[in-house]
């Protein structure tokens, strides 16, 4: 099952200094919302600032070809 999971976290600005807020989502292969939390925390739980995740939604894609 796939989840799209919305995450967002403060980045500064390189040019400018800076602090903006980013948004982003992630295509989350997980077999519940609790387990997509735990793939987000280990991936950016260290070394990226302070994040959080505001929102996980069941996708409607079924699978990936690779």
Avoid: H, P, R
Avoid at 13 to 23: E, F, P
């Amino acid at each position: 099952m796939y989840y799209v999971a919305k995450v967002k976290f403060e980045s500064v600005n390189d040019n400018t200094g800076k602090i903006q807020k980013i948004k982003e989502e992630y295509l989350v292969s997980a077999s519940s919302v609790s387990e997509v939390e735990e793939k987000l925390t280990s991936k950016f739980g260290e070394g990226m600032s302070e994040f959080s995740v505001f929102g996980v939604s069941e996708s409607k894609i079924l699978g990936v070809i690779e």
